[in-house]
């Protein structure tokens, strides 16, 4: 064999173990993909069925779903707009694809890293990524991500929130990340994850300023979600500030800064998602690779259970 074949076909099978690896972790094994029956109308929950985007009716969300053929790593929509993140090619090759209520591609963006997080505002103007650039793991030392923001009205695109002046810091900390986006009503303004000096702290941002302000007095929350009614944020909490004891899904009260610790115990690594006032919605992945969609009461009462099984990345729709 030439040195030349050989080099090749080496190439090949890494980024074959690559990419298998990969699928792995997104939970996409087509073998066990769920069967798509029409969900009719009504409300409905938009998920992840082994990668595929589908819709479950949001009042049986355990019974039929409808599966396309559309494959994503993350996804959130709102108000028919579609935030995509999915790999676009070998090792660290992303992209965010924006798609419209019948999967129409509007526009993509090319990224690099691994997809973590993404959201879209109530009126679906505004879309948002976190992407792993280094590292696999917010318990992790060292880990790096990559934070970008979309208006899908204007076009103005922000690739990373390190391009924003951090308010009370005339320079911005060399080891600044941002991750775990959440919007406004307003569609401007956001909250989302700042971590320095070894702390994690809630951020107020301001897209049309390009300025962040770290909100000093809500340490230890990670990737926010604000409720419909815009007045709390469901977060998960890092234990005893470590997050190499894992995570507890909380509520914070934006007026009063209550903190309530929700009725699930087990550590969650998500960025929650309200499915409507009174209920937080998060996935979990089992023992045999595949993810669950659990939900728990916003109140800390009740106990959890699975909303939607073998999903992830849950969205509330019409």
């Given amino acids: 064999m030439n040195k030349r074949l050989l080099i090749t076909l080496t190439a090949a099978v890494l980024l074959g173990g690559v990419a298998v690896g990969y699928t792995a972790l997104s939970g996409a094994t087509p073998e066990n993909a769920a069967q798509s029956v029409p969900t009719g109308a009504g409300p409905r929950l938009m998920v992840l069925s ?4 589908s819709t479950v009716s949001r ?3 355990a019974g039929s779903r409808e599966v396309t053929e559309q494959r994503c790593d993350r996804v959130y929509s709102a108000a028919g707009t579609i935030s995509c993140l999915r790999p676009a090619g070998a090792l ?6 924006v ?6 591609e509007l526009r993509t963006v090319p990224l690099t890293g691994f997809p973590n997080r993404t959201r879209v505002s ?8 976190t992407l792993f650039v280094d590292g696999h793991s917010y318990a992790a030392n060292g880990f790096s991500t990559s934070t970008g923001i979309l208006d899908t009205k204007t076009g103005a695109l922000v690739t990373s929130l390190e391009e924003f002046a951090v308010e009370g810091m005339p320079q911005r900390p060399v080891d600044t990340n941002y991750w775990g986006v ?8 956001f909250y989302a994850t700042m971590s320095t000096g070894g702390h994690r702290y809630l951020l107020e941002g301001d897209f049309a300023a390009r300025k962040v302000r770290p909100l000093t007095d809500a340490d230890n929350v990670e990737c926010p979600s604000l409720s419909p009614d815009g007045t709390r944020i469901a977060y998960k909490k890092a234990v005893d500030g470590d997050p190499q004891k894992g995570w507890r899904v909380s509520v914070l009260d934006l007026a009063t800064r209550r903190i309530t610790e929700l009725a699930e115990t087990r550590s969650i690594d998500d960025q929650p998602a309200w ?25 800390g009462t009740g106990a959890p259970a699975v909303l939607v099984p073998e999903a992830s990345s849950p969205a509330p729709i019409s």
């Fill in 50 to 53: 082994n990668g595929k985007l």
């Fill in 59 to 61: 009042t049986d969300p």
């Fill in 92 to 97: 660290k090759a992303s992209e965010l694809a």
């Fill in 99 to 104: 798609l419209d209520s019948d999967l129409e």
């Fill in 122 to 129: 109530a009126s679906g103007r505004m879309v948002a990524w």
């Fill in 182 to 189: 959440t919007f406004t009503a307003d569609d401007n303004r």
């Fill in 275 to 299: 499915v409507d006032d009174r209920t937080v919605a998060y996935g979990i992945q089992r023992d045999d690779g595949l993810n669950d969609v659990w939900a728990v009461p916003a109140d």
